[in-house]
């Protein structure tokens, strides 16, 4: 059973993610609801700090390569938060502006790549997750069990969504908005704003894929490379630490002297 508490806070990171969008679309809105928008990300990111503190006392004992590079990459996500933060305070003209800091071209630069690159990072540190967010899923649809069917079917549409993804990223001219390079084009509300979220959704669903599977890889290579030779097609067992990725997964191996020994039992009941 999944906590209820781990539900809500789920439900909060993805609120979190869907106002990340919203503010995206900068010229969708007017500047009083973006800063009030990207105000409330930082109240959530806030909550989302305190529920997860257990994490940084976490990081001196990290060893293995996966929680290395989870490290390296939570870390890139809070640079970026953080640069998002500082130019937010400096640039606002509504919230914040009675702090009278005045940012000037080069903060304005900094928040938009900041911005960006934080949708990039949080997709990524979603997609590291991305095997706990479906066992809280499966958790609370009641789902248990396992399903090749249903196997086949969500790696089908997270296949779909990925190459929309890569589609998606000429589209929006990710590369330039990432590596600041001035671009022209802006998207044009008026035509479709559907549109806009669409792309970024599955420009995040390209980033949630490559970390999961990437990181599910490199799992199970290292699975590959632990396990004696004589066990690697025995049963994995996994507990709910597995599932949230905690844990590698051991392989059942029952000790030769546990293995009960046919007794001769012959003329026993006589
Ligand atoms: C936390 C999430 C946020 C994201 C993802 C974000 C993203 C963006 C983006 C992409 C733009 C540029 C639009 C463009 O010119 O192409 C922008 C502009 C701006 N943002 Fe944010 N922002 C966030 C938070 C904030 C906050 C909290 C404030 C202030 C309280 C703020 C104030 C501004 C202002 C004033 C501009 C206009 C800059 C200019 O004059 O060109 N933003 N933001």
């Known amino acids: 059973m999944i906590k209820k508490t781990f539900l809500l806070r789920l439900v909060l990171d993805f609120v979190a993610a869907g106002l990340l969008l919203a503010a995206l679309a900068y010229y969708w809105l007017d500047n009083t609801a973006h800063e009030l928008i990207g105000t409330g990300i930082f109240l959530l990111i806030v909550v989302h700090n305190f529920f997860n503190r257990r994490w940084y006392g976490a990081i001196s004992k990290a060893r293995e390569a996966r929680s290395l590079i989870d490290v390296m990459l939570t870390i890139s996500l809070l640079v970026a938060m953080l640069a998002l933060l500082v130019s937010s305070l400096m640039i606002s003209r509504t919230v914040f502006g009675f702090l009278r800091l005045k940012g000037g071209f080069t903060v304005r630069q900094i928040h938009i790549l900041a911005a960006y690159w934080s949708l990039i990072f949080v997709a990524i540190h979603l997609g590291v997750r991305w095997k706990r967010i479906m066992h809280a899923a499966r958790s609370a649809l009641n789902i248990s069990g396992e399903s090749t069917a249903r196997t086949l079917a969500l790696r089908f549409i997270a296949g779909v969504i990925a190459a929309y993804g890569l589609l998606s990223s000429f589209v929006m001219d990710v590369g330039s908005k990432l590596w600041l390079q001035m671009s022209l084009d802006g998207w044009d509300f008026e035509e479709s704003t559907p549109g806009f979220f669409l792309n970024w959704i599955s420009v995040a669903g390209l980033y949630i894929f490559l970390a999961h599977y990437v990181l599910s890889g490199i799992q199970k290579r290292k699975r590959r490379a632990d396990s004696p030779p004589e066990v690697a097609n025995t049963p994995v067992c996994k507990t ?14 029952i000790p030769t002297d546990l293995v009960p020994v046919k007794q001769n039992t012959a003329g026993r009941d006589r």
Request: glycine share 8%; proline share 7%.
């Open 240 to 253: 709910a630490a597995h599932f949230e990725g905690d844990l590698p997964s051991h392989r059942l191996q």
